[in-house]
């Protein structure tokens, strides 16, 4: 293709990388092929109500390198109102003069440039999962800088459970699956992982715990994905309650993990709640690397008129893969991952 | 003094540098004085229970600088047993021939040890608080890493809650001072700081955060410390709950504020509970120089027999103060360091 | 006084947390005082060639909270330069409706502002110096992130040592004094640290490894500032050498002493130099505290008119302090500082 | 297999990880097998001098995970010397009982695996290479932290360079492959790479920073990996020289270049030689799970029989490959990749 008018946005959670992925699509699309690119804010809503912004190849772009969120801003949007609104989407990118559009998102937003693709407007799409769940790539960006955080407030707990004799349960991401959770304990020397792929099973856990006590290691660490859930039958639990006041309480599952564990025990056992600090902030080195990768291959992919693909990381290599092979099934943590890795619990 | 025989013990709550300072101790005391230390295991517990360890001036002792936590362990124990163990106590110091005990603690461990003081034991004590509410001198060890941890946190929140135009509350360490939460949102520049010297009006909150979206600065990171309250008759809000499954709920203080901001603006919020990543884990340089500091002072103060003192930051020195002095009440933020933060609210 | 309108500029070598001094006297200025501040680019020479910016108390200067170096830039000026320019800077600063200036800057910018001060111009400074050498105040600004990268690096080089029985000796910044040197070495736990107060005996240094290496502990660290010397009489040593192909050479002191110990013990020795890493990126929490409040004070003493000080910490408290008490003398490391320091080199 | 005797042996230079794959070893061997582990000191050296320390499946080894470094110590031996002492090497493992070895280490290290291999001995290797250069897996344990060092301080020198209008020059490690400078200068918003698959025309360099400064962006980073060189007949360069003073001097590769741009410019250029920095110190998160899982499948390995292999990253996967095949070549910056990475120079 010749010069173009190259369109994006960023939709779902934010991640860190998502300025890094923009910068090298409009860095890449100038320097490589003369093209121009623009943004809408906020998601596919920005595209239905035409909130663009021109992005320029200057300076400016290169500081967002390093800076987490989105300088787009994001939003989230039901596919139906998507879907009812295809002619404004296609009148705004006519109106815009733009020949193609790289979506940046998880499952949703890529399922959704799929349709506008099959729908006629060329799509290009960049998966964005903090929780490494999409299928066809090694590896999504956002995910090393979450598994860093998880990981340093792991080895940062590894001194107090020690020091106090205590079981500290560490709660990170991963509702459908266990990526962050498998890599953060691994790395932070975890005696216990639990991952939504394999219901618990309290007793076992227990026993793990009472093990280490027995053998003199009168401390454990044991890191929770949010969406671990116990093995039918095994546990009493239903999340989302309301205390007494009438507030809405928030026990997640690495609390419910902990009180059981306290309560079978009497072990000093402490939860906490890693939260939102996973998703923000500067990205890691490999995290700017993949992410300026993927923009470079998806301002690409577009010049080359490749549509209806995503970019994906397959060993050292960025491949394009089509959208419907990403997003037919989340990527789970394997059976024999998870073994490996609990050969190491002690 | 000649060559003496020195004790020490961690008591209370864990604190990045305890080791710093008995490395200090037991280095200090060698090489200056040709002094040897112990440690007694567990807090006053193993001092009560003789749980004796010699402590070597060696490459071992100095890798422990980089450590959170305390080598030593730690515990609590309640005053009335340490009184009622005197004789015991005196016991094991004689046995083991020891000359003058160092306790590293909070108020609690300094009472106590001006107890002993009191009681012919000759005593000089280390100030330790993550929460930087020790009379008389200007910094303890600990404090420095925790705002560290905390300042990255808010840092990693802004992001998200600039991308997703969201309030993030972070509740960060502080029952009774809100030091910690002071300096961590002066150094993430937070839109509002929330502190226990002075109950909050959650009126002004939410309005703080009304005039930041109406301005068109869509988002807002509000710090709260732990210890935080309503002023008296402004909000309902009853600490520790039970939901109707009959657990115990963990709705702190920061959720509180969280839950009336959406329900008062239905902006999107969030809140984070930093928890024990914050005193835990590798002392920043800041505290592994104050902790060592302290260490070699304790460790003159003991050798020039100066017991009853506490060693104290005085500017750029370590000076030495009376128990009583440093114990008699909480360092609290004052008025005015409170009100030149808020200036920077915006 | 009323509401005023406020110039400052950054002046000599970068620091981290300029931004963050400049971002507080903007907010203050406007929040507290409902003042406007404009800022010089580039040092004293851009206020000699009104080169003006308009600073905003808005989200764009909280940005820069986190971001190292200076928004204004910096530049070097002579002092006869700029005395011989007293009546352009005085027609400058009337042109711009300039109540009162706040040079941030080392040694000689206070001086120059000492003299403008004298010469009828309202000036209030703010003391910038990374090597901690500004008489009058506990600690500057940006020595705590110098110190924190410097420690940083010791950690690292610990395990390499180790691991290949080799001598690392670690060139930090700090040309007349060695408090970088002396609070990374105490951080890192350094065996040997060299700074510019005391000249170095080259054989104490070689007989300290020796020691070492024949104790079992085969490795060793030294910190040396860049600006450390050999008594007189104990080393040949010249600086600023050129090589057999005419080109300039770099090695430091760091590297001198390095060659001599491996020429003297035949260990394997390496140097690192830090250089310019410890002076950018972000401000560690800890310096943006220090940084912010310094910009409050300095802003509250122009509008209460308190003229020709600076600001300083002293204890937990800001102070004014006249300038001439501030430049008069370097701050340097005191002899017992060090000499406590030397008894953990082990 | 049954249970075995297992011993390993770290050999090279050090490199982040070594420990992990250490502690990863011995627990899978423990607890999957019910097999032991030794190790020897000092690499090919502490084999052949019979230097043996048992490795214990225990909290300590825990400990090592987050260890730069190797708790083994390392070395290096000319092959001659190794394959001299074959008969010394068979007789050490067969008075140790041991059933198999897993040397890691780098190319020379694998070979000499793959020749004793040949001569009898079982073997599985583990690569090791903070250069990122071993053929057949993706990427080896260390790079990734190299890279992060690498990253942070081109990070910091931005600011500075913006600051002070400067060419800021980061030399970083490779001395036969470009792999860390590419993905740092990718990662750091580097305006120019040069690595030694490319030989650089300096005049290239000059203009591009000459563009930058015209186009008002007045400062550039340029990352040079250590074993960069000009390409023939563009540029006077010899390294290795002598000062007038007989010293041997340090001009690396970085500074040439430097003064070769000052000299042709006359802009304010540094240069900063990173150093040993890049190989020590806490492994990032992703390494310790890369070296993990190394470790996993060495052990593994080991107990299926399956020698004359190294365990090798492909895509999501550890796979085993020949040795052979992994030391045929240096595994290079493909073209593409580096013209991809000069998209974004700007």
Chains 1, 2, 3, 4 share one sequence.
């Not at 009812?84 to 109106?95: A, C, P, Q, V, Y």
């Not at 003069?97 to 407007?121: C, F, Q, R, V, Y």
Request: hydrophobic fraction near 40%; charged fraction near 25%.
């Amino acid at each position: 293709m010749g010069i173009m008018r190259i369109a994006t946005l960023t939709s779902g959670g934010d991640c860190p990388g998502l300025n890094a992925v923009i910068r090298a699509i409009v860095r890449t699309s100038s320097s490589e092929y003369g093209s121009t690119v623009v943004g809408f804010e906020d998601g596919w809503i920005g595209l239905m109500e035409d909130r663009r912004v021109q992005l320029y190849d200057d300076e400016s772009i290169d500081r967002m390198l390093l800076r987490g969120g989105t300088m787009l801003g994001t939003g989230r949007v039901h596919p139906d109102i998507l879907m009812s609104n295809l002619d404004r989407i296609k009148e705004n990118l006519d109106d815009a003069g733009i020949d193609a559009l790289i979506p940046i998102g998880g499952e949703g937003t890529l399922k959704a440039g799929k349709w506008l693709s099959d729908n006629g407007i060329p799509v290009v799409g960049v998966p964005k999962t903090i929780d490494n769940d999409v299928n066809g790539t090694d590896y999504t960006f956002g995910f090393d800088t979450a598994v860093a955080v998880a990981t340093d407030a792991v080895d940062r707990l590894h001194t107090t459970a020690e020091s106090h004799q205590r079981v500290m349960i560490v709660e990170v991401m991963g509702r459908h699956v266990g990526w962050i959770a498998l890599h953060a304990g691994m790395a932070g020397g975890a005696h216990y992982i639990v991952i939504p792929e394999k219901p618990f099973d309290i007793n076992e856990i227990v026993k793990s715990m009472e093990r280490r006590f027995q053998m003199g290691e009168k401390y454990g660490i044991i890191v929770v994905a949010e969406g671990a859930a116990p093995k039918p039958g095994t546990m009493e639990y239903e999340e989302g309650g309301v205390d007494q006041f009438g507030h809405q309480t928030f026990n997640g599952i690495g609390q419910v993990i902990g009180q059981e564990i306290k309560s079978r025990t009497g072990y000093d056992v402490r939860t906490t709640v890693l939260g939102h600090i996973q998703r923000g902030g500067t990205p890691t080195a490999y995290d700017r690397v993949l992410a300026t990768r993927y923009g470079i291959h998806a301002a690409r992919a577009v010049h080359e008129g490749d549509y209806g693909k995503i970019v994906a990381l397959n060993g050292e290599n960025i491949d394009r893969i089509d959208i419907d092979d990403a997003v037919a099934e989340l990527k789970v943590v394997p059976e024999g991952r998870y073994r490996a890795a609990a050969a190491l619990f002690g």
